[in-house]
C-alpha cells in the first residue's frame, strides 16, 4: 500500500507566501513523475507542477513564475514553494505520484494521490 500526505496548506494575505510538502510512504519501489494540481471549487482540477525524477520541471502558465516545484528523491517527497499568492489561487492542492511499488510477491505500477491540502488567500 501507498500514501501520499500533504502538509502546508492554510490561510495567507494575498501577496504571500506557502510551502507544501507531501511524503510518499509505503511499499515504494521507485517514485517517478511527481506533480501538484489544484481544484478551486466548481472548477475543474488542473496542473500546477510537475517535476520527473530527472528534476525536469514543467508549470502551468498561470504560475507566471511565482511558484517552484522541487522533490528530494531519497526522501520521496515533493514540495511546492508558492510566492506572491493571489486570491483566485485559492484551492484544495492535491499531490499525485507515479510510483513503482510491491514486494517480492508483486509490481506494479499506481498513479497515487492525495487527499489534498485547502489553500486560501484572502485579506
Known amino acids: 500500500q501507498v500514501q501520499l500526505v500533504e502538509s502546508g496548506g492554510g490561510l495567507v494575505q494575498p501577496g504571500g507566501s506557502l510551502r507544501l510538502s507531501c511524503v510518499a510512504s509505503g511499499s515504494i519501489l521507485r517514485v517517478f513523475d511527481m506533480g501538484w494540481y489544484r481544484q478551486a471549487p466548481g472548477k475543474q482540477r488542473e496542473l500546477v507542477a510537475r517535476?520527473?525524477?530527472?528534476?525536469?520541471?514543467n508549470y502551468a502558465n498561470f504560475v507566471e513564475g511565482r511558484f517552484t516545484i522541487s522533490r528530494d528523491n531519497a526522501k520521496n517527497t515533493v514540495y511546492l514553494q508558492m510566492n506572491s499568492l493571489k486570491p483566485e489561487d485559492t484551492a484544495v492542492y492535491y499531490c499525485n505520484a507515479y510510483i513503482l511499488m510491491g514486494n517480492s510477491d508483486y509490481v506494479k505500477t499506481l498513479d497515487a494521490w492525495g487527499q489534498g491540502t485547502l489553500v486560501t488567500v484572502s485579506s
Open positions: 517535476i520527473a525524477s530527472d528534476s525536469n520541471t
